[in-house]
Each structure stands twice: as structure tokens, then as C-alpha cells.
């Protein structure tokens, strides 16, 4: 597909493009493999689609390894991410036209009488506006496309139109979030009553994302455009221009939050990732599909303050709108892998190129892309919920470049798909990359996203039914017709907005057919541009060396070099404006004053230094607690469930066994483990299962070794816990010497006890792997024909070297509080956490434990030490006060 098409393009310059490249490289990959592994993607789709359908449908979502539907209200709730849940048969909407482009017409006919005959709209429910526009709305829109489609070419003749005036429906559900005198909406609306319904959280919001905000245009100006109620497309073109109006003139960048009243920054830190992303994106794709220069103007002009200020190639690192050399972050987020397709749309191919072989290299580290890594490529937040805005990006600059090197990259993602994300009833998120483990997910995108992308990369012309170059993509993937541009939203004459005329600077306005001048000059250039790259991130993981503004004549102090009893770093601190104080009980005291620097530059290095500092310690903390895995590896799982497991601080340390524990699970009886076992005949051999609580865990471990056990699985007795919604944590001792507990001992939350637990209650005999990750299946079953594979036999089972796991502590400190001007770091011994909860008991006597970070978003409920560092970094978001002093300043 190819979405440059306006009536301002000129064709000769797009003929030059497609010759450009379709003569550099010869086609490496056959007809017959593409063909293989486009067959594969299909197959992957109806073993997701059809799980869904038995399993999950009329729920909004599926749950993979329960084999349930997500029904909001009866599961634990998951904060805002219930949001894009309404009781609407989400999944069902959102996988519509995808149905329609991988050729099944007869079930996409039976999909959509389903939706109109089974899908209400008009629920008492509080969802979230910007996830219903791209979910629901959008698969409504690219559902109607599809079935006029196919009504055009003699099928579906029954259809009137029925999706369109549901689309209309949800739409007019939506509105009431509009009103706001910014023309910002409510980020939440009630189906049924608005925003000012029952529900307390609608209409009592003051601020939004910009993304949120920002990604309404294509929905709204599309069904505008079929229905010719010009309202819609007017309140999304009222949105947009608020934001451009409140951009930062300086820099010409954008915040990430805003106050939907007062349009005030509530972050202002700017980046390309989440809370921004497809506000950019939906800038260039407005100008696709409506043909209004006016979106293309504002796209470049913000285009070309992120190639200033935000791209590092291959790093794309937020920073602050009014101090744009000043880096906010030293990670990235997963989101942020969309940029590289629409630079492709943009026609700024090397960039991309670099950027997108970043991210591949850190996927191949951690076989998917976590959802948030630092700046030498080490895991950040861990999680993967199977997010396709890379193999969007991989789609896009294979269209661009027909390098066959990017239908490797996507034969990867096929492979790790179904090695590691592919169970029994569809395909489950990464509850953590680096250990494999799963969580009970699989959202709507990954059908309505992931699968298009793939398929579209291995098709042929001849594969697919209608020509996908006279439609754009929507952020989630849905197919709009350009033939909009030419239909009218009504007989009143369009919105103007006069003032951004008079701001239209041509000089910044390139007419855009992809740019020439980026192609590669031979064969090779690709592939010296990605060379540097994979050194970077394959080899040694080495920080890249980022943009360095002169003013203290060195270079500046990294938190992980930082040394207390360095004189010359103490010196580095004192030019920042940072002092040190020891303080009576050992710990070191961290205080920044931008005042106190030598100059501004070196109070930004100070600010950046404080925050590097804030972060490192809250991944420290996070490195010395890793979570463990559960893997089932008998059948009908063959490997493929991994359950998030909680370490015990004694017994055997499954880090430092190359192949685990295996073996088949028994439940110990008693099931608390308390005393001397009386089934131990049965359970000698195997792996124990064991409820938490009456007794010391400790205690529970040695009754089990002494029975013969080879290990052991704690489940809680707390009916209802998740690792979805809890930290883990890790099982401490009884505070003597437990040296002679030799077996491992892991610990399973209820949810995922209870998917053990029906398991061995349906097939009798069920094996685990305890380890430290999760195994490839081949590995598991040393070169054994896998039952039930779909894998190719070629596919390499080894595992790369993870750069997550190297050591990183080359600083003593860790963080401590914060107080408007100032923030504390403190030392603390690796074990000292550990050694006080381990003397704890609670007055019922259950085992004492341990918080275990699990990689989630620093939001999520900690220990209080771990608060602090939470508190920390969401200071540093919104601004510290002195560095707010320094923008008032400037202002």
C-alpha cells in the first residue's frame, strides 16, 4: 500500500520512486516462501479469531490462558486499561475489515450480521473516548468500507448500510465528551448518559493526552464524510486546532498531557511515544485522506523539530518543550515504533532505516520489544501485550525499499510468536520478556493490527482482494477509502480556521512525494546504515553517545559511573550544583540547587544527573528481585503457558541452572505443608503444590524435601490475586540458617495457581519446567518432533545472550525522597530489604515475604521504598520547581 495521494502530488516524481528502488536488490526470499509464510499468518489469525469466538465472544476481550471472556466488572480490575472495554464486542468490531483483507469473505458477511444482529451500544458503562474512536468506531467505518466493497462487486447484497448507521450511533455517544470551551474532549464519556451521567469519573476530568486528543480527525472526518453530518469532522478539526494553537513557538513541539480547560502543559516533556504518538501520525494521514494542506504544513513544521530535537539516530529520546536540548528520559517506550513507517509516508527513508534496526536488535535481545528500554538497550518496563506498531514500521519500508531483508525481520516476529506467545486458546501477552512468563491478555489491536501487517508484508498483488493503495490506515489499522477526499461532509462550507492561514509559512511546506534524495545510492546503503546498529546493540550494549551542548569543557557525569568517594566526581557535583551529605546513620544524602551551578548547561547536566540517579536505583532494586517462571510443558500445552512465578531467598537458585527443574506436580497434602506429609510416597519425584499460609515457608519447603519432592509451588490462599494487578514478591526465610533447603521453591498468585490447579484437575498428569525463564519448546523436548507444531523445522531454538541480565552497579547510591528543590539518594545494602522483612511475621503466621517488582509501570503499588521512587520520577515528569522557575525566566 502506498498512501502518498493527493491532487497536489505529481505522478512522474512517484514513478521515479517505485524505479528507484525496484531495481537495486534482487528478490532473495522465493515466491514459495513468502507464500509459506503468508499461509502461516493465516493460520496464525483463525487459531486467535476462532478462540475468540468459542471461547470469549460476546466478551469484549479473550483470555487466553483462562479460555474465558474479559467481562468488565466480573475480572479485577485493571485500571485505565478497562477503559477500552464497553461491553461491546470489542474484538468482534475491531477484527471486521481485517476478516475482509485476508480473503475470508463468508466470515467476515457472518461477523458483520453478528455485530448488527448481537452488538448493543446504548451501555451504562464509562469507556474511554480515544480507545472507542480507534477501536470501535474505526472497525465500525472500515467494516462499512469493506461490505461496500464486496456489495460493489456482486456480494453481500443484503447489506444497507447498517454498520455505517451504527458508526453514526457510537459517534453521537461520543460527542458530549466535546463539550469543553477548548474543543478538547473529556478523555471519558458514559455510553448511555454522557458526561454527566452516574458515573463520577466523566465530566469531572481537567486534563487529557495529546494523542488522546489528537487521534480524531480520520474517525470523525470519515463518518462525516459518509453520513454528510459535518458535525463530527468540525469537533475533530476543533481539537487540532486548540493543539496547534498551544504548541510551545519556540521549540514547536508538543507536551504529552494538557489541560482540557485551561490548555495548559501538564507534562511537557515531548516525545514521539506514548501520550503523543498518533497526534503526529494522524497530521499526515488528515492530509492523505481529506487533501487539506493545512494538516501537512503543521506536520512538517512539527517534523522538523523532532529531527532537531528528539531524533538521535537511532535513539528517539523525549525531551523538554521549552528546553529541548535537555533530555527528560533515558528510555524509550515500545509505542514510539510507529515512527519509522510514517517517516517512510514522510519519505525520510534513512532515518528510519536506523531507527527501525534499532528496535529490531532489541527485539532479537529479548525476542519481542519491551515496553520500555533505556538508552543502551536493557529492559525498562518488561512487558510485551503483543503491540504491532513494529510490524507496521517492517511493513512500510518493505513497501519503500523491497529489501528482502525486511521480510526477514517479519519472518522473526512469526517465529517468536508462536514460540513463545501461542497457547492453547489464542495467543497471550508477555507479562515479562526476559523470563517468558505470560499474562491472561490478548487485546482487540492484535487482531485488528498485527495480522494485517503481516500478511500485507508476505502477499502478492494477486493475494489480496481489492487494491489497499486507494485506502489509508487508521492508528489501529482500519481501512478508509481515499475516495473521501472528493465527498462532501455537508452543503455548509468547511471550517476555517483563519488565523493558521495567516501562519501558513510555505517556506516550511514540502509537497510530498517520498524524497529522492534519501534513496539508497547502491545496494549496500541499507545495509551499512543498519551494520553500526547491530554492533551497538547485539555486541556490547554500549550507551550510544548522545548530543553534548559545550559549557563545563567535559563531558558529563553519568549515574552509573558516579563514585562517593571519587574526588573528581565530587568536583563534577559541585559544578552541577549537586551536593553530598553524609548523613549520622551511613546513608549519602543527594541535593541539587540549579542556583549553585557554574552555569545553566551545567545545572541542565545537574537536573539530568539527579534524574539518571532516580532511575537507576529504581532499576537496581528491580535487577536484584527478578521474577521466576512456570512453564507447562505437558500436554495440550507443550510449553507454551509460562506463569509469572515469585523466588524463594533460600533453596536452589534456579538463575544458576542452565535447564531448571522438571518434573510432574502433585498437591501435598496437607495442601499447607505444615507438617509432615502423608501422601509423601506420591509426591517424592515430583513437584510439590502447597497453599500459602499457617506456616513459615521455610518450614513448608524442608516437610516437602524430607518427603522427596524435587521442588516445590506455593499458590496464595488470596482468592483473587494476580500478578495482572499485584507486585510479586519473593518468600523469605524463617530467620535461621536455611542452608539445607537444596530444592527450588516458587510462588504462584491465586489466578495463576488456579490455571495450574484446573489443569492437573482435567488431565491428571501435568508437567512443569521451574526456571528462570521460559524455554524454547525445542530445547524443552531436545529436538523431539513438538506435538501440535506449527514451527518450522529449521527454526533455531538457541537463545540469545540477554543484555538485561549483565551486571550494572557501578553506584552505591539509591533514591530517597524528594522536597521541591531537593532529592535524597541513600545507600542501601542489596539484602537489607530482605533482612528486615525476614523477621516479620504476620499475627496469623503466614510466611513473610518480600515485594517483587515485576517490571511494571512504576504506577503500580510497591513497597514504600519503591513508592519514593515513584513519587520521584512522577516529580521529575511534571517538572522540577526549580526548572520551572528557569522556564518562567525564559518565558
Not at 254 to 274: F, K
Not at 317 to 335: E, F, G, N, Y
Not at 512 to 530: H, K, M, Q, S, V
Not at 532 to 545: G, M
Request: hydrophobic share 40%; charged share 25%.
Amino acid at each position: 500500500m502506498w498512501m502518498l495521494r493527493s491532487a497536489k502530488m505529481l505522478p512522474a516524481f512517484v514513478l521515479l520512486f517505485f524505479m528507484g528502488t525496484c531495481f537495486r536488490i534482487s528478490e532473495t526470499m522465493s515466491r514459495d516462501e513468502k507464500s509459506k509464510l503468508r499461509n502461516q499468518v493465516v493460520e496464525m489469525f483463525d487459531h486467535a479469531y476462532r478462540s475468540y469466538m468459542d471461547h470469549a465472544y460476546p466478551a469484549d476481550e479473550l483470555m487466553p490462558l483462562t479460555c474465558r471472556g474479559r467481562v468488565r466488572g466480573l475480572e479485577p480490575s485493571r485500571g485505565d486499561v478497562d477503559d477500552a472495554l464497553g461491553k461491546f464486542s470489542l474484538t468482534l468490531i475491531d477484527t471486521l475489515d481485517t476478516l475482509a483483507l485476508l480473503n475470508k469473505t463468508a466470515e467476515f458477511e457472518e461477523a458483520v450480521r453478528r455485530v448488527v444482529t448481537d452488538v448493543r451500544l446504548d451501555n451504562d458503562i464509562v469507556v474511554s473516548v480515544f480507545e472507542t474512536n480507534i477501536r470501535v468506531l474505526g472497525g465500525l467505518l472500515g467494516g462499512h468500507s469493506m461490505a461496500v466493497m464486496l456489495k460493489e462487486n456482486g456480494q453481500m447484497a443484503w447489506y444497507q448500510n447498517e454498520l455505517l448507521h451504527m458508526a453514526k450511533d457510537i459517534g453521537l455517544r461520543l460527542l458530549p465528551a466535546f463539550n469543553t470551551t477548548s474543543g478538547l474532549p473529556y478523555p471519558r464519556v458514559n455510553l448511555r448518559h454522557g458526561v454527566h451521567g452516574p458515573e463520577t469519573r466523566t465530566g469531572t476530568e481537567t486534563e487529557t493526552c495529546t494523542a488522546c486528543a489528537g487521534t480524531i480527525i480520520l474517525e470523525f472526518a470519515a463518518l462525516s464524510r459518509f453520513t454528510g453530518d459535518p458535525t463530527f469532522e468540525g469537533h475533530a478539526r476543533r481539537a487540532l486546532d486548540f493543539l496547534w494553537e498551544k504548541r510551545q513557538r519556540n521549540s514547536n513541539l508538543v507536551g504529552t498531557t494538557i489541560n482540557i480547560h485551561s490548555g495548559e502543559w501538564v507534562r511537557r516533556d515531548s516525545g514521539v511515544g506514548a501520550g503523543i504518538d498518533s497526534y503526529y501520525e494522524y497530521l499526515m494521514k488528515a492530509y492523505i485522506l481529506l487533501g487539506d494542506d493545512q494538516f501537512l504544513q503543521r506536520f512538517n513544521t512539527h517534523y522538523a523539530s523532532i529531527m532537531k530535537y528528539i531524533s538521535q539516530p537511532p535513539l528517539l529520546l523525549d525531551v523538554h518543550i521549552h528546553k529541548p536540548l535537555l533530555p527528560a528520559r533515558t528510555w524509550m517506550d515500545s509505542l514510539l515504533a510507529f515512527f519509522p513507517g510514517l517517516q517512510v509516508l514522510k519519505g525520510d527513508i534513512r532515518p528510519a532505516i536506523e531507527t527501525h534496526e534499532m528496535l529490531y536488535q532489541v527485539t532479537k535481545k529479548h525476542n519481542f520489544l519491551p515496553e520500555a528500554f533505556t538508552t543502551d538497550f536493557r529492559v525498562h518496563w518488561a512487558q510485551h501485550p503483543l503491540r504491532p506498531e513494529f510490524a507496521e514500521s517492517t511493513y512500510f519500508l518493505y513497501k519503500a525499499t523491497r529489501d528482502p531483508y525486511y521480510l526477514e525481520v517479519g519472518r522473526t516476529v512469526l517465529e517468536n510468536l508462536n514460540r513463545f506467545a501461542r497457547v492453547p486458546c489464542g495467543f497471550a501477552a508477555m507479562k515479562d520478556v526476559r523470563t517468558g512468563s505470560h499474562e491472561d491478555r490478548m487485546d482487540s489491536f492484535f487482531l485488528a493490527e498485527m495480522f494485517k501487517y503481516l500478511f500485507l508484508l508476505f502477499a502478492e498483488e494477486e493475494d489480496l482482494p481489492f487494491n489497499v493503495e486507494d485506502y489509508v490506515f487508521t492508528t489501529e489499522a482500519h481501512l478508509l477509502p481515499l475516495s473521501l477526499s472528493t465527498a462532501s461532509n455537508s452543503a455548509a462550507p468547511p471550517i476555517i480556521n483563519t488565523k493558521a492561514l495567516e501562519e501558513f509559512d510555505d517556506s516550511n511546506f514540502e509537497w510530498t512525494c517520498p524524497n529522492t534524495r534519501l534513496l539508497y545510492p547502491d545496494p549496500a546503503f541499507p545495509r551499512n546504515l543498519r551494520e553500526p546498529i547491530r554492533s551497538a546493540v547485539d555486541k556490547s550494549c554500549t550507551r550510544p553517545t548522545t548530543h553534548r551542548e559545550p559549557g563545563m569543557g567535559r563531558a558529563p557525569l553519568r549515574a552509573q559511573d558516579f563514585m562517593a568517594n571519587n574526588p573528581e566526581h565530587l568536583e563534577l557535583l559541585r559544578r552541577m550544583g549537586v551536593s553530598l551529605i553524609h548523613l549520622k546513620d551511613g546513608r549519602v544524602q543527594l541535593v541539587q540547587h540549579a542556583t549553585q551551578a557554574i552555569s545553566p548547561v551545567a545545572a541542565e547536566d545537574g537536573i539530568r544527573f539527579m534524574q539518571e540517579m532516580m532511575e537507576l536505583s529504581s532499576q537496581q532494586q528491580k535487577e536484584q528481585l527478578p521474577p521466576r517462571a512456570v512453564q507447562i510443558v505437558s500436554h495440550p500445552y507443550f510449553g507454551r503457558v509460562v506463569l509469572t512465578a515469585g523466588p524463594a531467598q533460600f533453596g536452589m537458585d534456579l538463575s544458576k541452572s542452565s535447564s531448571g527443574v522438571r518434573g510432574f506436580v502433585t498437591v501435598a497434602e496437607p495442601y499447607n505443608g505444615c507438617s509432615e506429609l502423608s501422601n509423601g510416597e506420591i509426591v517424592a519425584g515430583r513437584i510439590a503444590l502447597l497453599q500459602r499460609g499457617q506456616c513459615m515457608f521455610a518450614e513448608k519447603a524442608r516437610h516437602i524435601q524430607r518427603a522427596g519432592a524435587t521442588g516445590g509451588i506455593v499458590i496464595d490462599d488470596n482468592e483473587g490475586s494476580s500478578s495482572d494487578t499485584a507486585p510479586l514478591f519473593q518468600m523469605a526465610g524463617d530467620g535461621r540458617n536455611t542452608d539445607d533447603v537444596i530444592l527450588p521453591l516458587l510462588f504462584l498468585f491465586h489466578k495463576e495457581g488456579s490455571i495450574l490447579l484446573e489443569a492437573l484437575k482435567e488431565y491428571k498428569e501435568v508437567e512443569v519446567l521451574l526456571s528462570d525463564k521460559a524455554r524454547d519448546r525445542e530445547a524443552i523436548f531436545k529436538g523431539k518432533a513438538l506435538p501440535g507444531t506449527l514451527l518450522d523445522d529449521n527454526m533455531d531454538g538457541a537463545e540469545e545472550e540477554d543484555c538485561s541480565t549483565e551486571e550494572k552497579e557501578h553506584s552505591s547510591a539509591s533514591s530517597g525522597a524528594v522536597d521541591q528543590s531537593q532529592v535524597t539518594t541513600q545507600e542501601q545494602p542489596a539484602g537489607e530489604l530482605a533482612a528486615r522483612e525476614e523477621s516479620v511475621q504476620s499475627a496469623e503466621g503466614l510466611g513473610s515475604y518480600v515485594p517483587l517488582d515485576s517490571a511494571e509501570d512504576p504506577s503500580e503499588d510497591e513497597d514504600s521504598s519503591s513508592q519514593s521512587v515513584d513519587s520521584l520520577l512522577a516529580d521529575w515528569q511534571e517538572d522540577l520547581e526549580a526548572f520551572k522557575q528557569m522556564e518562567k525566566d525564559e518565558l
